[in-house]
């Protein structure tokens, strides 16, 4: 009897400490399979006969949010692909389908791959991840590649979601991109100013080592090349829902802070294959300055341990804090740069854990409601170990949770919020925070000291 109490402790312990750890974020949509609203029967009919349409080659990969839609991209890694640029709706009500079909964004037939004599720039090819600005439009940078086969040059395009009308579509030429072809826009974040929606800019991060900023005004682009784009050659190794992964990849993650009096922001910026956080001022990289000239002006703010990469991230506007998927962990981990300037492992937080539901957290996006969005779609195991990706089980999920709730009792609450706490009378029983140093990451220990 003994033994079997025993037995259900350590079954019950290991199951909350592998499961329970998600009470922080809600699940909203839960999909086991992609499938879209075609225009009638009969194109969805003909796409399935054709294989434009091969259901199990859909993965959702970024998202956005607008209103009450719920932006979700699907990227063309394998043929098959109905629609890459989508979006449902959020509706409203507790009867609402927790599993929609994604509707084309603007409509189908951009979202169509061109047969053989029509223009491809009059399509989005393929996109991974988003960005909505102040002034009611969606930046989309599309990498022009389908199955494999490079269909056109980058394009980013921004559309105004008030008319769903593209009232811009800039090509990015080839001076712009590695010359050995490995560059790849994994997202992209847009900076505008509500007063005077065309002084606008986007910094596109390229995992080669590079950010594109695009001048919206000028229609011109610019890269820059800085050393911290690059990835660590000590944090190139995944093992992620049981795939192992050598990932080389640079410059990937990119947040904005607030507007600063001056009218610059902090762009915040991480490489997917690295621990390590940077940051630079918004003026540097809209100024024409050389990079010998601006070289310091790029800083390091301290690394997370070893294990703890992050690529997707993104900025809380009203609490200042930075949120990234640590998709090495199947979690969510934020720091406060309001609070804590260096980036460490007492200064930052893990705030979700989760092997099942979080298994690849591949998007993450905080909304101008200050809510927490986190995409999550097993990607790994879709693309490299297909035979271990189940069809019939519950593989993309997207959660939502206000940010100050997410926060709350973590070394990211604001200080505004903290010092509220500290005079009530119940804050003499309040834990201990939780840090990603006391969460009791089963990861060695980061020894390395040159840069701190
Ligand atoms: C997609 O790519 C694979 C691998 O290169 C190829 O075998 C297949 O024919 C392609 N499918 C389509 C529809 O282009
Ligand atoms: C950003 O750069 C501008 C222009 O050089 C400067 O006035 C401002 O103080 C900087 N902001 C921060 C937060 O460093
Ligand atoms: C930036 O500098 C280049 C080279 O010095 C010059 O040709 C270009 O006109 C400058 N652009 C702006 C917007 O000042």
Redesign the pocket.
């Known amino acids: 009897m003994a033994r079997i109490t025993l037995a259900i402790l350590i079954l019950g312990c290991c199951t909350c400490a592998v499961w329970s750890v998600n009470d922080r974020l809600r699940e909203v949509f839960s999909w086991r399979q992609l499938d879209f609203t075609f225009p009638d029967q009969k194109t969805r009919q003909a796409a399935i006969a054709s294989g434009e349409y091969v259901q199990a080659n859909n993965l959702p990969l970024g998202l956005e949010v607008w209103r009450d839609k719920l932006f979700i991209t699907v990227p063309r890694w394998k043929a098959g692909v109905a629609s890459t640029l989508n979006y449902v709706s959020l509706g409203s009500g507790s009867n609402q389908n927790r599993s929609p079909r994604l509707v084309p964004y603007p409509n189908y037939a951009m979202n169509r791959l061109p047969s053989s004599g029509q223009r491809i720039t009059d399509r989005i090819i393929n996109t991974y991840r988003l960005s909505i600005d102040v002034c009611d439009r969606l930046w989309v940078i599309d990498m022009g590649i389908a199955n494999g086969t490079k269909l056109g040059q980058p394009q980013l395009f921004v559309i105004d979601l008030n008319t769903d009308r593209v009232v811009r579509q800039y090509v990015v030429t080839a001076n712009l991109l590695r010359v050995d072809g490995n560059s790849w826009f994994p997202g992209l974040v847009a900076d505008a100013d509500w007063k005077s929606c065309d002084r606008a800019y986007a910094y596109l991060p390229d995992i080669g080592g590079g950010l594109l900023v695009y001048d919206y005004r000028r229609n011109t682009a610019r890269r820059i090349e800085h050393h911290y784009f690059y990835f660590d050659p000590l944090a190139t190794v995944f093992n992620i829902g049981g795939v192992r992964i050598e990932w080389p990849d640079g410059m990937f993650g990119v947040g904005l802070s607030e507007r ?1 009096p ?1 009218g ?1 922001r ?1 762009l915040y910026f991480q490489a997917m294959s690295s621990t390590r956080m940077f940051s630079v ?4 990289l809209q100024s024409n300055r050389s990079l010998s000239d601006t070289f310091q002006e790029y800083r390091h703010h301290g690394h997370r341990a070893a294990g703890m990469q992050a690529g997707p991230m993104s900025m809380d506007q009203v609490t200042g804090t930075v949120f990234y998927a640590l998709v090495n962990q199947d979690a969510i981990g934020c720091w406060n740069p309001r609070r804590h300037e260096r980036l460490s492992g007492d200064t930052s937080a893990v705030l979700v854990q989760d092997s099942k539901t979080l298994e690849f957290p591949a998007d993450i996006k905080v909304d101008m409601d200050s809510n927490l969005w986190v995409l999550s779609d097993r990607m790994p195991r879709f693309r490299f170990q297909v035979l271990n990706f189940d069809l019939n089980d519950v593989n993309y999920r997207v959660f939502r949770a206000p940010v100050a709730d997410v926060v709350r009792d973590t070394v990211c609450e604001s200080q505004l919020n903290g010092n509220r706490l500290l005079s009530s009378s119940e804050n003499q029983s309040r834990p201990r925070p939780i840090t990603s140093s006391n969460m009791g990451w089963n990861t060695p220990s980061d020894k390395r000291s040159d840069f701190d």
């Open positions: 600063h001056d610059y902090t001022n918004t003026s540097v």
